[in-house]
């Protein structure tokens, strides 16, 4: 929190202690609906939450409230009465809404939508049928269209009669007597153009759209690749339906990233805030992956007890000293190969029909990596391993060395190779990659560093 925004803060505090709501409502104003969420959220009791909340202005509330979490919004639902709960509801946009319903239990749902217009309530429900994972699950019905035949004077009288209860007019949409999005009409080109011009010869009839069921993550793609402020959504036919505005593509955009982090760490995604999170959660999200990966771990410890005896014989126990190094450095290599490759399918850059070119770029660069690693790996074994152990002998060093430059080249190739393979099955990358490259990295480099030692040291 920047130190503006902490003074802005203390200052609220204390009018609200000194019970200064004229003033304070005031100051208010000047500051950003998301900054006072946080404010309300983090300096005020549950109590104090109700009361400031009730102090601000009816046409600041229902912006407020949208940015708190779902159990702050859930706690004030309850307190509030049916007439300020109304106008909240009345004065928030028909996607923000849905989001709220859709984090509330049924006898909070009911009371919403009880509270809602019968033509917001119809509107509502037609929202909420659309999959969570859907464009039509973030799309408003609030836009501004026009006919092809309109005038821009026309357009802008309808703007100033609808405008103050759309999500946005910046962009609008022109459509036939049936709702078929026919292209779309910035109001700068409204502006740029004479009163009399028709809209229909000045719009963009290259409109680029998104389906009612297709992703959400590949709409908000869309956002980032053109830039958009608002996306039109429409129906099998071609009928605009609603539009996605920039806002909620970033929120998705921000969700997924989280998501593809968490399963990359072995966590079953949660879009609670960690803070909100409970013990219990914690311990459902976190469990089982912790029992599969120690499952798989299973496997090298079974491949290292097969050959401890004949490790032993040969190098006093030295070897062993490297597997940790071993396994650690190969693990490493494939999780930056992984990262960087599961990040590219997220962001559309690479298809698996790219899969070639990617193992080529990757063999490449995990050659450089791999015969840097293993010189610097050698150096260090003989000028620093060895003044301690003297065991460490040029043959172990060689063998250390040639196995690490493998267990590298090894680690790239499956880091890249398992994302795209996973995304190809209709897997989610995220979730195959991490647990499996560490297993079958592990298991590799073990097999080949036993097996290379006891064919290679005992001749050196």
Known sequence: MNEELE???????????????????????????ADIAI???????????????RL????????????????TQ????????????????????????VDVIDEMPANVVKRILKNSTPQDRKQINELLEYSDDSAGSLMTTEYVSFNAKNTVSEAFDKI???GPDKETIYTCYVTDSKKHLLGVVSVKDLLLAKPDDIVGEIMDDNVISAETFEDKEHVAMKFSKYGFIALPVVDK??????????????????????????????????????????????????????????????????????????????????????VPMLMGTAGNAGGQ???????????????????????????KASLLLALSVGVICFAKLMLIDRLFNPNVSWGVAGVVSLVLVVAIIIAK???????LLAKKCRLDPAVVASPFITTIVDALSLIIYCALAIAFVPLL
């Open 337 to 363: 190969s992984s990262a960087t490759v599961i990040r590219a399918i997220a962001l559309d850059e690479v298809k698996f029909k790219d899969i070639f070119r990617v193992i080529w770029k990757e063999l």
């Open 56 to 71: 601000l202005p009816k046409e600041f509330a229902s912006d407020v409230f949208i940015e708190f979490d779902s159990d």
């Open 237 to 322: 036919e071609g009928c605009l339906v609603g539009i996605v505005t920039v806002d909620d593509a970033v929120d998705v955009i921000q969700e997924e990233a989280t998501e593809d982090v968490q399963k990359m760490a072995a966590i079953l995604p949660t879009e609670k805030p960690y803070l909100k999170q409970s013990t219990w959660s914690i311990w459902k999200a976190r469990i089982p992956w912790l029992l599969i990966l120690m499952l798989s771990a299973t496997f090298t410890s079974m491949i290292l007890s097969s050959y401890e005896e004949a490790l032993m014989i040969i190098s006093s126990g030295v070897l062993y000293t490297f």
């Open 7 to 33: 003074i802005k803060f203390e200052q609220l505090s204390q009018l609200f202690t000194d019970r200064k709501f004229q003033i304070l409502r005031e100051q208010i104003s000047e500051i950003e609906p």
């Open 74 to 97: 859930e706690n004030l639902i309850n307190s509030l009465t049916d007439k300020e709960l109304k106008a909240v509801i009345d004065d928030m946009f028909l996607d923000d809404t």
């Open 413 to 419: 190739f499956m880091g890249c190779v398992l994302p």
């Open 160 to 162: 100033r009669k609808t």
């Open 39 to 53: 404010f309300i959220e983090e300096r005020l009791d549950e109590k104090e939450r109700i009361v400031f909340f």
